[in-house]
Structure formats: C-alpha cells, structure tokens
C-alpha cells in the first residue's frame, strides 16, 4: 500500500520559516521522483517544487530562493524548507510522487498525499 503522509503545516507569521516533511511508503523511493503542490482557496493547485531520484530540482518562479527541496532517500522522506514566508504562500500542501521525469509533475502525478494547511498571516 503506498502511503504518502505530510507534516510540519502550522500558522506562522509573514517573513517566518516552517518546514515540510513527507514520509513515503510502499514505493521504490529512490528511483522516483518527488514535489509538492499547493492549492490555495478559490485556486487551482500548483507545483511549488520537485526533485528528481538524481537530485535534480525544480522550482515555481514565485518560491525560488525562499524555498528549498531536499529528500533523504535511506528515510523514505522528502522536506520543504520554505523561509520568508507571505501570506500569498497560504495554501494546503500536497507530497507528491511521480515515476517519470519531474519535468512532466504538471501532466501527472501517480500518488498524492493528503495535504497540511500552512497559514500565513501578515
């Protein structure tokens, strides 16, 4: 049974730092690739950042240099680590995984966790 579960979402304030981590199970994890979405109320979900099982990342124009992507492939576990945060980054966090390239996390995506909500207030 895969299971991908999220945690570390909370309320912060404007310019805090907040860490996500996801924990993956029943799946290769080092051979696929991993990101994180967000939607944001009245939004349509967006692709905030993925790293490939090389290392490689990727990032959305509006998070690059706030927001780094790491994954630990001996913990089966990825982490967003997102610094000076704005309100705009309110949103719910999604883990997701993807066995092709993450240069295609738009197209599809093969697994989703269950989201954390991450606040931010002014």
């Known amino acids: 049974q895969v299971q991908l579960v999220e945690s570390g979402g909370g309320l912060v304030q404007a310019g805090d730092s907040l860490r996500l981590s996801c924990v993956v199970s029943g799946l290769n994890f080092g051979a696929i690739g991993m990101g994180w979405f967000r939607q944001a109320p009245g939004k349509e979900r967006e692709l905030v950042s993925a790293i490939g099982s090389g290392g490689r990342t990727i990032y959305a124009d509006s998070v690059k240099g706030r927001f780094a992507i790491s994954r630990d492939n001996v913990k089966n576990t990825i982490t967003l680590e997102m610094s000076s945060l704005k309100p705009e980054d309110t949103a719910v966090y999604y883990c997701?995984?993807?066995?092709?390239?993450?240069?295609?996390?738009?197209?599809?995506?093969?697994?989703w966790g269950k989201g954390t909500l991450v606040t931010v207030s002014q």
């Open positions: 997701a995984a993807r066995t092709g390239s993450i240069d295609f996390f738009n197209s599809g995506v093969d697994y």
